[in-house]
T-cell receptor
Framework: DTGVSQDPRHKITKRGQNVTFRCDPISEHNRLYWYRQTLGQGPEFLTYFQNEAQLEKSRLLSNRFSAERPKGSFSTLEIQRTEQGDSAMYLC?????????????FGPGTRLTVT | GDSVTQMEGPVTLSEEAFLTINCTYTATGYPSLFWYVQYPGEGLQLLLK?????DKGSNKGFEATYRKETTSFHLEKGSVQVSDSAVYFCALSGGGSEKLVFGKGTKLTVNP
């Protein structure tokens, strides 16, 4: 069990560019979550997958954001036409589907800086 | 919607002092409650949890009790160590997705 991994760890991009992040969850976990964390704040929920199905999206997830989990394993989060307000740490987490109150395991995050 | 309010930091203590970080929540239904910790340079990791009223979560000397009547889940430790210096997040989960709703975090610094 190698834990949740995210790639890249850091991304610097110019405003208006598109970026894509990848998350590899723990292999037997069928739940996958994306969160966004800005400085001095707790993580905020963005979206949730159960296997390959995207079952919930936050209002924070504008139409510039899209997430996929095509085979129910890894997931990608794409941000189109980045804005300076998109600068944040993007966290991925996974958990098994074993009902209420199960721990989510977090990856190290991808830090995005939009200049 | 669901929300978590936790004590604002930063908190600075001397080694062996008693720690309390307050956390209250607003939620529909019966959420599960968590404390996550982020050590410097590391990712978020679960410290402890409680899934129903009156449950006590405990780990590494830390404890928190799920109090439904006061909608609280305060974190306590009797004697903190320098290695406890970190940011602590209170969180709840519920609903079908079990998504986490976090507080803003409390930064703890323990001095020798």
């Amino acid at each position: 069990d190698t834990g949740v991994s995210q790639d890249p760890r850091h991304k610097i991009t110019k405003r208006g560019q598109n970026v894509t992040f990848r998350c590899d969850p723990i292999s037997e976990h069928n739940r996958l979550y994306w969160y966004r964390q800005t400085l001095g704040q707790g993580p905020e929920f963005l979206t949730y997958f159960q296997n390959e199905a995207q079952l919930e999206k936050s209002r924070l997830l504008s139409n510039r954001f899209s997430a996929e989990r095509p085979k129910g394993s890894f997931s990608t989060l794409e941000i189109q036409r980045t804005e300076q307000g998109d600068s944040a740490m993007y966290l991925c987490a996974s958990s098994p589907d074993r009902g209420k109150g199960y721990e989510q395991y977090f990856g190290p995050g991808t830090r995005l800086t939009v200049t | 919607g669901d929300s978590v309010t936790q004590m604002e930091g930063p908190v600075t203590l001397s080694e062996e002092a008693f720690l309390t970080i307050n956390c209250t929540y607003t939620a529909t239904g019966y959420p599960s409650l968590f404390w996550y910790v982020q050590y410097p340079g590391e990712g978020l990791q679960l410290l402890l949890k409680a899934t129903k009223a009156d449950d006590k979560g405990s780990n590494k000397g830390f404890e928190a009790t799920y109090r439904k009547e006061t909608t609280s889940f305060h974190l306590e430790k009797g004697s903190v160590q320098v290695s406890d210096s970190a940011v602590y997040f209170c969180a709840l989960s519920g609903g079908g997705s079990e998504k986490l709703v976090f507080g803003k975090g409390t930064k703890l610094t323990v001095n020798p």
